[in-house]
């Protein structure tokens, strides 16, 4: 089906341990973003990317780390999980032609 | 620097009334967009309506419309004759300036629509 996926949908890790979330878009878009979803509140960025081989930090990038060797996928990798990534993680992309963003359906990651 | 302001944690309307969701905005760039995300219980962001500041109409989709006054800087989502599904949590968002456009979220509007 076209859209935007998300891989796992679920995840429960432990302290110090590497993940990696998936993040796989159809529709060939060259931004894809990272946003994590903390209880009660809004949403927000983590890593983008404005295409292949090109990504930036955002707002929270620390303990984080993207790539993007492909248009359609950007993985977000936890290196060494700490309790306090435990989010809900959304992942999005948006043409060039468009501000709109469409999003995943997100992972909920929990950190033991 | 930008920000999104929503100031209504909660809210509650009667089942086929109209409400109004409150977004508040601050930002020095010209240009920018809006936007309005529902998130229902079930987790997903769902994508509602978009106002570009240039844009002189306000911005309508259906049953949701964006009341956009530029020089309040108030970018309000009215949804119109409200229906039980409606029930979610409302993100109001804005586009930064910079090719990546990203967004900037507000802490959202929990709506609770009564029978």
């Known amino acids: 089906d076209a859209g935007i996926t998300q891989s796992p949908r679920y995840k429960i890790t432990e302290t110090g341990r590497q993940v990696t979330l998936m993040c796989h878009q159809t529709w060939s878009h060259s931004y894809m973003f990272w946003y994590r979803q903390d209880l009660g509140h809004g949403l927000r960025l983590i890593y983008y990317s404005a295409a292949a081989d090109i990504t930036d930090k955002g707002e929270v990038p620390d303990g984080y780390v993207v790539s993007r060797s492909k248009t359609e996928n950007f993985p977000l990798t936890l290196e060494s999980a700490t309790r306090s990534q435990t989010s809900v993680y959304f992942c999005?992309?948006?043409?060039?032609?468009?501000?709109?963003?469409?999003f995943g359906p997100g992972t909920r990651l929990t950190v033991l | 620097a930008q920000k999104i302001t929503q100031t209504q944690p909660g809210m509650f309307v009667q089942e086929k009334e109209a409400v109004t969701l409150d977004c508040t905005y601050d930002t020095s760039d010209p240009s920018y967009g809006l936007f309005w995300y529902k998130q229902p219980s079930s987790g997903e962001m769902i994508f509602l309506i978009y106002?570009?500041?240039?844009?002189?109409q306000n911005a309508t989709e259906g049953r949701y419309s964006l009341n956009f006054q530029k020089a309040r800087k108030s970018a309000n989502l009215v949804i119109s004759a409200s229906q039980l599904g409606d029930s979610a949590m409302y993100f109001c968002?804005?586009?930064?300036?910079?090719?990546?456009?990203?967004?900037?979220f507000g802490s959202g509007t929990q709506l609770t629509v009564l029978p």
């Open positions: 968002a804005m586009s930064l300036s910079g090719s990546a456009r990203q967004l900037t």
């Open positions: 106002q570009g500041s240039y844009d002189q």
């Open positions: 999005a992309s948006r043409g060039t032609n468009t501000d709109t963003q469409y």
